[in-house]
């Protein structure tokens, strides 16, 4: 008799699962892109988001992008993240490097690896569904943290301030439908 109600149980678990991500779809909104300021002559780098929440599906598959300008055409650069706080100042760590573009400028991106790496402190393996995040670890701190960029030749740098945020409710329920989709496993 217990087999029966599986079926209906399987019905709820997808309606649920589909439900959920309905809302995080509607949830999230489109926010203007920031523009650099022309006041400034110098280097300068922005951060999207510049509020980074430790949430790991959401880390994992939303991007974190880095735009400068100001620096030397063709030299190498590195986005560092470094702490703000006393209780954050351990962290330095690579997020992004590159090549300058012809213009003195880059537009880059995290990606998943560092992201999963660095600030999640996590651990990737395969499994049968795909990658497998492992959460075995403390992410970075939270807190007030800088992203500098240096130019390796010019020694140019632009630091802007990033804020990290631990998970809300909705990064709770991402990360709760990726543990049922065998995205993610916390040990």
């Not at 598959?61 to 735009?67: L, N, S």
């Not at 090549?99 to 998943?112: L, M, P, Q, R």
């Not at 996590?122 to 990658?131: C, E, L, R, S």
């Not at 804020?163 to 543990?179: A, R, S």
């Amino acid at each position: 008799m217990a087999t029966s109600n599986y079926p209906c149980r399987k019905s709820f678990q997808r309606g649920a699962l589909l439900i959920a991500a309905l809302f995080l779809v509607f949830a999230g909104c489109a926010a203007e892109k920031k523009q650099f300021d022309e006041s400034i002559k110098g280097a300068q780098v922005i951060v999207e988001p510049d509020t980074l929440h430790l949430g790991v599906v959401r880390m994992l598959t939303k991007d974190i992008a880095f735009r400068g300008r100001g620096f030397t055409p063709g030299e190498g650069y590195c986005v560092y993240l470094r702490g703000d706080e006393e209780h954050t100042r351990s962290v330095d760590v690579p997020i992004c490097c590159g090549v300058v573009d012809e213009k003195g400028g880059f537009d880059d991106k995290a990606k998943t690896l560092v992201k999963a790496d660095y600030l999640l402190n996590a651990d990737f393996t395969t499994g049968k569904k795909g990658y497998l995040v492992i959460i075995n670890k403390p992410p970075v701190p939270e807190g007030k943290y800088l992203a500098v960029a240096t130019g390796f030749d010019s020694k140019t740098e632009a630091q802007t301030g990033v804020i990290i945020e631990g998970p809300t409710l909705k990064d709770h329920v991402m990360d709760w439908v990726g543990q049922l989709m065998g995205k993610v496993k916390k040990e």
